[in-house]
């Protein structure tokens, strides 16, 4: 294992412990891309947006009803439940 800086473990540490807000962002972000993106790419992005969930502790009945619907939508549902506290 590679050796780092003291900078360096800080900026690692500091990741991990936002990690939960960054992987929300990101949730958000998908959800939008997921409105204007069609073909292939869109698939890629589905499959994104169900490992940040569960990362995020989405109770896997709601994930599976989001990718069930692959509405964009019913997403943004979710985020916007996260962002307000009504999971995790």
């Known amino acids: ?8 473990k800080d900026v690692i540490k500091r990741y991990y412990d936002n ?4 992987d929300q962002q990101r949730l958000s972000e998908l959800c939008t ?5 069609e073909g292939k790419k869109k698939a890629k992005l589905w499959e994104k947006a169900q490992e940040l969930m569960e990362r995020l502790s989405v109770p896997a009945s709601r ?10 939508a019913v ?3 979710v985020v ?3 962002e307000s506290g009504a999971i995790g």
């Open 1 to 8: 294992m590679a050796e780092f800086s003291n900078y360096q």
């Open 19 to 22: 990690r939960e807000s960054i």
């Open 33 to 37: 891309n997921l409105f204007l993106t």
């Open 63 to 72: 994930i599976d009803h989001v990718l069930k619907s692959a509405d964009p």
């Open 75 to 77: 997403l943004a549902e």
């Open 80 to 82: 916007q439940d996260l």
